[in-house]
């Protein structure tokens, strides 16, 4: 008797915990919910490309991995990547996004987005990955995406991006791929991210070139080796032209030579012939 209450016991603890479990990934998060609905507010699509995002379909997103959004994927019943590149996106970025509290990965690229980057991207203490380049962004980077301390990848080319790089980006210890160029940045590079040191990686001149008011390592050793190219170009320029003006000097002496020969050979045949034979 004591065994078979025991039995029920664990069969219906069992049967709450499967009923909680396909709750939660049938359930839409009322966080997730909110991000997205106001992530497709500040959007504009011209291209009709999110006409799926209602409504109806931001209440229930997903269904454990499956995921009811074009350019969403879902792991356990939540938000956590968004991919929306190349889709003539305009509008700005909503400080709601911070709602995807499980969101891993975000890609806007490749839109006309403009705008802030908006500092409540703090709160996505999971992301991993943070891709806004080739839009219209303005205003300077958020400090606080040094608070998202699992992010690999930071890739911001191409913007409007104006402002110092902050230095706190520099201690994000995940951080393999950085990408400033092409944006109206200024002020110096900062050191833990132009001259790394131990295991971190470092970034090259070609992850801050095309802005003009930036300097600093690595960008002073390029110009450097950019001037040591020119230095040797107008050298070899001068060698080169000095080179051709000798040959055609040279040439014009052994022309010159041949025909004064030739005149003075002319000559004496003149006066060899004007001779009376004895």
């Given at each position: 008797?004591?065994?078979?209450?025991?039995?029920?016991?664990?069969?219906?603890?069992?049967?709450?915990?499967?009923?909680?479990?396909?709750?939660?990934?049938?359930?839409?998060?009322?966080?997730?919910?909110?991000?997205?609905?106001?992530?497709?507010?500040?959007?504009?699509?011209?291209a009709?490309?999110?006409?799926?995002?209602?409504n109806?379909?931001f209440?229930?997103?997903c269904?454990?991995?499956?995921?009811?959004?074009?350019?969403?994927?879902?792991?356990?019943?939540?938000?956590y990547?968004?991919?929306?590149?190349?889709?003539?996106?305009?509008?700005t970025?909503s400080?709601f996004?911070?709602?995807?509290t499980?969101?891993?990965?975000?890609?806007?690229?490749?839109?006309?987005i403009?705008g802030?980057?908006?500092p409540?991207?703090?709160?996505?203490?999971?992301?991993?990955v943070?891709?806004?380049?080739s839009?219209?962004?303005?205003?300077?980077?958020?400090?606080q995406?040094?608070?998202?301390?699992?992010?690999?990848?930071?890739?911001?080319h191409?913007?409007?991006?104006?402002?110092?790089?902050?230095q706190?980006?520099?201690?994000?210890?995940?951080?393999?791929?950085?990408?400033?160029?092409?944006?109206?940045?200024?002020?110096?590079?900062?050191?833990?991210?132009s001259?790394?040191?131990?295991?971190?990686?470092?970034?090259?001149?070609s992850?801050?070139?095309?802005?003009?008011g930036?300097?600093?390592?690595?960008?002073q050793?390029?110009?450097?080796?950019?001037k040591?190219?020119?230095?040797?170009?107008?050298?070899?320029?001068?060698?080169g032209?000095?080179?051709?003006?000798?040959?055609?000097?040279?040439?014009?002496?052994?022309?010159?030579?041949?025909?004064?020969?030739?005149?003075?050979?002319?000559?004496?045949?003149?006066?060899?012939?004007?001779?009376?034979?004895?």
């Amino acid at each position: 008797m004591v065994r078979s209450h025991r039995f029920s016991y664990r069969l219906l603890l069992l049967l709450l915990l499967i009923f909680e479990t396909t709750r939660r990934l049938t359930t839409a998060d009322p966080n997730d919910e909110a991000c997205l609905k106001n992530l497709r507010q500040n959007l504009e699509d011209p291209a009709s490309n999110l006409r799926n995002w209602t409504n109806s379909v931001f209440s229930n997103p997903c269904s454990g991995f499956t995921s009811y959004l074009p350019g969403a994927t879902c792991n356990n019943g939540r938000i956590y990547k968004l991919s929306l590149t190349n889709l003539s996106l305009r509008g700005t970025i909503s400080p709601f996004l911070s709602n995807c509290t499980n969101l891993q990965s975000l890609d806007l690229s490749s839109n006309q987005i403009s705008g802030i980057i908006p500092p409540e991207i703090q709160f996505l203490v999971n992301l991993a990955v943070l891709n806004l380049s080739s839009n219209q962004l303005s205003g300077e980077i958020t400090p606080q995406l040094a608070l998202c301390a699992y992010l690999n990848v930071i890739d911001l080319h191409d913007n409007q991006l104006s402002g110092q790089i902050p230095q706190q980006l520099g201690l994000l210890a995940r951080l393999s791929a950085f990408d400033v160029s092409n944006n109206k940045l200024s002020g110096q590079i900062p050191t833990y991210l132009s001259n790394r040191t131990g295991n971190f990686p470092r970034f090259n001149a070609s992850s801050f070139i095309g802005n003009k008011g930036l300097y600093g390592y690595p960008l002073q050793e390029m110009m450097m080796k950019s001037k040591g190219l020119s230095v040797m170009a107008i050298v070899g320029i001068g060698l080169g032209s000095g080179i051709a003006s000798l040959m055609i000097s040279f040439t014009g002496v052994c022309l010159w030579l041949r025909i004064t020969e030739k005149k003075i050979v002319e000559e004496e045949g003149k006066i060899s012939q004007s001779m009376p034979d004895y």
